[in-house]
């Protein structure tokens, strides 16, 4: 037999045996150099599923002269030959895995698993060696096959990966055979690790990737257990051998007394994250930052239908903003402003409403303290917007495109044009520029930033290009390899520092943004749209518990009267976003019941939305004022269907908070309607919903008969305990040409007597959202702007059933102020009295929380 300090190998060659601190690896010679255990040193605990049809790596490739690019996928079991042996390196034990011949191809392959004594971590190469018939496609290693459960019981078992949206997934064991669960690098992965656990321990992958190769972390569950393998896309001929190492180890909760958590994983990634340049430089020290970013800002959004009465943003400024937070920088993000209609690209300019009202407005909203924040749609060019019933567009900038952009933009392995059809475009087309061609990024800089800075604008998201990613570009006319690589990281990186330099050059304070978190370019941007409530699993805020003291985030996508994605996002050191009311005292909750006020154009109704698709099917009917034909003031709502086929629908939500929908309370829907011509029954359907958009109950008004004149229909219902909205659907099918006017909701008293169903002057979460703002701003900012996250310490708590989901009552975690004093924030995401115990720092702290409150305990 033969030994080092950490790999042994037996005298048949059956198995190598990797040790180190931490764990013991098994490689088996049977099973061609897989996995066949991992055990931890201390507990003797097994992680590796057994039996199990068990792979170290499987990559695919694809026949060169074949420009279709059709894949067949070969594996470590399809090797001819295999051999294993051991070597030292240093201060590292090598076990050295080598595969020649995979099926009838001259593929050969060498894998690396290396180790020392005192690192707990396995880290692994791959070298690929692709004959010139071929093209490498996909290199899927190191697969792992692990148990399920992983001890007696799936019940406390959960993965998490460094994912935007990824969260807690629960019994992973319990899934599906054959379903997946993924994140990409650039892309949904914000960060190069994930993690499988139970209480007791876990298993620790990740990819210690500091140049930005593109790769994917990957969870499926198979029959045997759950398998996590890295997958690197590529378009290789020759030597393929990424230049960094792929590592695993096990880990616990440390000798604490709280089960083991994601947490413990994480703090493993971090401390080789905090070696990269993109942890450098704490948030709070960077030079590149201005003083009114570091002072702990708000912020808020307005769509295109505010942006179309200017004087309504100006309005909320001045009689809400500036009254209850007279000295906080607020950033004031803008969506809907570009030229033909929101996320319609990239022929922004003049922006909407009209480039003197936005600059205008922008040069008000500076005045005011704000900081103007727009979202142009990255390298997205629209082809095609809102495809007609005759096959036409509304918009159709297909022959500039040809003329202008074709040869720079993203063209697909097979070498046609990469095209999609996304629902914002409602049947219309979009292609998408590469920045692996210098002109993109020179367009992007001086077609889009440089004329949005020109009119004020001192913030600018590239939105649409998610973590950095864009579609693989396989062009040979461009500055770059073909297909994926690490170009990509390269080139956004480029982008986003001259897009900073262009913007400085008009703007002093210019600052940066790209849509969700990629870590790679934490020191690039200041500020960062986060959507970690968007996930469908349980919501775990891993990117901030990663980086919050290096970048702040916002929740992209607030709701109105959410108190517990708000309590969420606030003790998770997130910048305080408000939806903006129109409500300053006390106003009807309903807005534009009659079409007065117009929307983000003319014809269209403020508050009103059209829903231009659902389920995949285009809605093609058409809902505008009228102000011709109406039952009474100066305009009603006409809704028209050319053909059998056509629906439209018209939609206002009314949110319950504010007082103005009380569970118990009965409401009257009313609203005037005429009809010259309708194919069948029609109506105003209305629904009743709880929390994760369940349907609690709801109703109709039906559509009076053609040639009936104006006639006035109504319904009463009973608003149910746990309904949060009302939804409001004037939906109309096939040929018809109607008006509704004057539609109202009211309240139905006990005595009989009704009156007009009003909110209060300030939203349901405003003692919340005022709260929130001090601290972030005032006397938490040390900590929830600049602090460290840490573990959370224990906090007892009722809970509360939120999106099908269990949560505590009240929501708490912990921060570590630049200065090393530590502080928890604990907020009521309810509107009662909350009773918690804190166990912190060896003590137990009772607390009483009212609605909504918000405590900062040092």
């Not at 594996?75 to 895995?97: C, I, P, V, Y």
């Not at 948030?283 to 002072?295: E, H, S």
């Not at 269990?806 to 004093?821: C, E, I, K, Q, Y």
Request: charge should be neutral; aromatic fraction near 10%.
């Amino acid at each position: 037999m033969v030994c080092m300090a950490a790999v042994c190998t037996g005298a048949d060659a059956s198995r190598v045996t990797l040790r180190n601190e931490r764990l013991t690896l098994v490689l088996g010679q049977a099973e061609k150099g897989a996995v066949v255990s991992l055990a931890d040193r201390v507990t003797g605990t097994e992680f590796i599923a057994s039996p199990a049809t068990l792979r170290l790596f499987n990559l695919a490739f694809s026949k060169k002269a074949e420009p279709g690019g059709g894949r067949f996928y070969l594996s470590s079991r399809d090797a001819k030959k295999f051999t294993a042996h051991t070597e030292r390196n240093g201060q590292r034990d090598n076990a050295r895995l080598d595969y020649e011949g995979l099926g009838d191809w001259p593929v050969s392959v060498s894998c690396t698993a290396s180790v020392s004594e005192n690192d707990p971590l396995v880290r692994w190469r791959i070298a690929v060696t692709v004959p010139d018939t071929l093209v490498l496609e996909e290199v899927h290693f190191p697969i792992i096959t692990l148990r399920a459960p992983l001890g007696a019981s799936v019940d406390d078992d959960a993965a998490v990966f460094g994912h935007t949206k990824g969260g807690v997934i629960r019994r992973p064991g319990a899934m599906k055979v054959g379903s997946r669960v993924s994140g990409q690098q650039p892309g949904s992965l914000a960060a190069q690790f994930g993690c499988y656990y139970d209480d007791r321990a876990g298993v620790y992958l990740a990819a210690h990737d500091g140049r930005g190769w593109p790769k994917s972390f990957e969870m499926r569950r198979v029959a045997s257990g759950v398998e996590m393998e890295w997958n690197l896309p590529c378009f290789a001929n020759g030597q393929f051998a990424p230049d960094f190492d792929f590592v695993t180890t096990i880990f616990t909760a440390g000798g604490s007394a709280m089960p083991t958590d994601w947490r413990d994983a994480a703090d493993i990634y971090k401390e080789w994250a905090l070696t990269q340049p993109w942890c450098a430089t704490p948030f709070a020290r960077r030079t590149d930052v201005p003083d009114w970013m570091k002072a702990g800002p708000a912020m808020v959004r307005f769509s295109r239908e505010w942006l179309a009465n200017p004087s309504l943003i100006e309005k909320w400024l001045t009689e809400y903003w500036k009254k209850e937070f007279p000295n906080v920088p607020l950033v004031v993000a803008f969506w809907g402003w570009e030229k033909v209609w929101g996320w319609v690209t990239p022929d922004y300019f003049p922006v909407f409403p009209s480039d003197g009202q936005f600059t205008n407005l922008v040069s008000r909203v500076r005045g005011l303290g704000g900081h103007a924040f727009p979202w142009p749609s990255g390298y997205h060019w629209t082809l095609t917007f809102r495809k007609r019933g005759d096959g036409s567009f509304e918009w159709d900038d297909r022959k500039r495109f040809d003329e202008v952009a074709r040869a720079h933009a993203i063209h697909e392995r097979s070498g046609r044009l990469y095209v999609r059809q996304p629902s914002w475009l409602a049947g219309g087309e979009t292609a998408c520029l590469c920045p692996g061609d210098p002109w993109t990024i020179n367009w992007w800089n001086q077609d889009i930033c440089a004329p949005l800075s020109r009119r004020g604008c001192e913030m600018i998201q590239v939105d649409q290009v998610v973590g950095g990613n864009f579609p693989f570009c396989y062009a040979t006319n461009h500055m770059h390899r073909p297909g994926p690589g690490p170009w990509m990281t390269e080139v956004f990186t480029r982008q986003l520092r001259t897009m900073f330099e262009t913007c400085r050059a008009i703007q002093p304070d210019a600052l940066v943004c790209v849509e969700e978190p990629n870590e790679r370019f934490n020191h690039l941007v200041a500020i960062q749209d986060y959507r970690d409530c968007e996930t469908p699993h349980e919501r775990a805020s891993v990117f901030n518990y990663l980086y919050h003291e290096f970048l702040p985030t916002f929740q992209s996508n607030p709701r109105a009267g959410d108190l517990v994605k708000a309590a969420y996002c606030l003790v998770n050191g997130q910048i305080p976003h408000l939806t903006p009311t129109r409500s300053y005292g006390d106003a009807p909750a309903l807005l534009n019941g009659g079409f007065e006020e117009t929307g983000s154009q003319r014809e269209q109704a403020f508050a009103w939305d059209q829903v231009h698709e659902y389920a995949g099917q285009q809605w093609t009917g058409k809902g505008t004022r009228d102000e011709m034909e109406k039952h009474g003031g100066t305009a009603s709502l006409r809704l028209e269907n050319a053909a059998d086929g056509d629906v439209v629908q018209i939609s206002q939500n009314v949110d319950a908070g504010g007082g103005a929908l009380v569970p118990g309370k009965r409401y009257r829907l009313s609203a005037w309607m005429k009809s010259e011509r309708m194919a069948g029954p029609n109506g105003i359907n209305f629904g009743l919903f709880a929390p994760g958009l369940k349907h609690r109950a709801g109703g109709r008004l039906a559509m009076p008969a053609a040639g009936a004149g104006w006639i006035r229909a109504q319904a009463e219902f009973t608003m149910p305990a746990d309904a949060e909205l009302l939804r409001i659907m004037i939906h109309v099918t096939g040929r018809a040409k109607l008006w509704v006017d004057d539609v109202a909701l009211e309240e139905v008293r006990e005595n009989g007597t009704v009156a007009v169903a009003m909110r209060s002057r300030l939203s349901a979460e405003h003692a919340l959202m005022k709260r929130w703002v001090e601290l972030y701003h005032g006397e938490g900012r040390p900590w929830l702007e600049f602090g460290r996250m840490l573990h959370p310490p224990m906090l007892t708590s009722a809970t509360i059933t939120d999106h099908n989901q269990t949560l505590p009552a009240v929501f708490h975690n912990a921060f570590r102020a630049p200065d090393g004093t530590e502080a928890v924030v604990l907020a009521n995401a309810t509107a009662q009295r909350q009773v918690v115990k804190l166990f912190w720092k060896g003590r137990e702290l009772p607390f009483s929380l009212g609605a909504s409150e918000v405590l900062l305990v040092k």
